[in-house]
């Protein structure tokens, strides 16, 4: 199956220490997943789930700076 068939969406989410986590995937949750498989409980605990925005690629400039 082509991958153009199952878009996958960039998100921002915001973390405690008032930095930023760039993420991607199908819908939030899915941004979510794929960031336990890479991040530690320690880093996870900083993102906050249910604060984020869905971003277009191009718009990664914008948030460079913000991300931790």
Request: hydrophobic share 35%; glycine share 4%.
């Amino acid at each position: 199956m082509s991958s153009f068939s199952n878009p996958h969406y960039m998100y921002v989410f915001d973390m405690k220490n008032g930095r930023k986590k760039l993420a991607y995937g199908h819908s939030p949750e899915d941004a979510l997943d794929i960031l336990r498989v890479r991040l530690t409980e320690e880093e996870l605990a900083e993102i906050l789930p249910d604060r984020y925005v869905k971003i277009h690629q191009r718009e990664i400039h914008k948030y460079i700076d913000q991300l931790g």
